[in-house]
């Protein structure tokens, strides 16, 4: 029963605050709303943010470590979103316990999840300890989030070289595929100089690049009150993520990377009132 | 007043404050990557080839070299081991 084209994608950055958890919502309900059965996995184990962000903080009984330990099943775990019928969520633990997520245990939920979802985005925690290191282990894609500044950059860079060596598909010599999501994004500020490039940071992290998402007030909204960005309301950032998934599922091919970064940066102008 | 404030700091700092930090990032990430700054196994991995290697020949620390160069498509572990000439081995 096992779906072949069975994706597990890690949402990973190294440095903290940089939008992983905004991302992995928004891009998780963008592939439910385009029908793909998803679920997005909240590996930030103690500081469980995932379900706030997602909306369904007080639906929350068992977690992921849970299941890990075997106290509950999957499926009472997952939760079902209540506005999309694709979409669920494996809430993490609030457990002070940094060794409650074990490699077995993840790759043993992580191998249960394939057997029903077409997408397992995995919201990794900051840092390079255990619980990024396990959110990314077993993912055959990651999304690298990046702020257009130079310690994200430089975070960014490291896990890259994390991702090429401690995935197993590294360890099998496998490809594991990178996508640079560059956020919060200040068209105005790139303009005047004062903020790195599209171009800088591609040029610099040498990964193909999924989207750019503009700093945006829509995002700060949506977490307010616990809709993911493309579940809101029409907005330069819910545009901005729904290209980011048209290239994730390899609707706009490489060769016209170009194209579509150009009409990208023009949708940021225009939203672009006063300079940020 | 203001407006010619944020014109100076246009031409001035702010203008040239994204090149800066661009350059600084070729520097340190040229050092991160030569570093193998994401393989926190190598010193492991140095000490395991030592006892390996001593199984068979006398060596010291200083005589294992491993190195993880990033590229942009792969990564090089380089191992660099002298041994000692045959006179030292049986002496
Ligand atoms: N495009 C954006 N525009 C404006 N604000 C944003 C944007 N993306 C993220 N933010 C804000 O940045 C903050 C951090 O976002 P988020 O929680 O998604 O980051 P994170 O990488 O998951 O953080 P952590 O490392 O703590 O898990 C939040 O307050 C969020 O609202
Ligand atoms: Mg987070």
Known sequence: MVKSESKIIVVTSGKGGVGKTTTSAAIGAELANRGHKTVVVDFDIGLRNLDLIMGCERRVIFDFVNVIQSDANLSQALIKDKRNENLFILPASQTRDKDALTAEGVERVLADLRKEFAFIICDSPAGIERGALLALRYADEAIIVTNPEVSSVRDSDRIIGVLNSRTQRAEQNLEIKKHLLLTRYAQGRVQRGEMLSVEDVQEILAIPLLGIIPESTAVLNASNSGVPVTLGPVSDAKRAYQQAVAVLLGEESQSRQKGWKSKILEGLKLFTRSPA | ?91
């Not at chain 2, 014109?7 to 193998?36: P, W």
């Open chain 2, 1 to 91: 007043m203001n407006i010619f404030k944020k014109f100076l700091d246009g031409i001035g700092t702010n203008r040239k404050s994204a090149k800066v930090a661009r350059e600084r990032l070729q520097i340190v990430l040229s050092h991160q990557r030569s570093d193998g700054g994401d393989i926190d196994f190598l010193p492991k991995l140095r000490h395991e080839l030592l006892t390996v290697i001593c199984k068979y020949v006398k060596i010291d620390q200083e005589q294992v070299n491993v190195q993880l160069q990033r590229t942009e498509n792969c990564s090089i572990l380089e191992l660099n081991i002298t041994l000692p000439s045959a006179k030292e081995q049986t002496a």
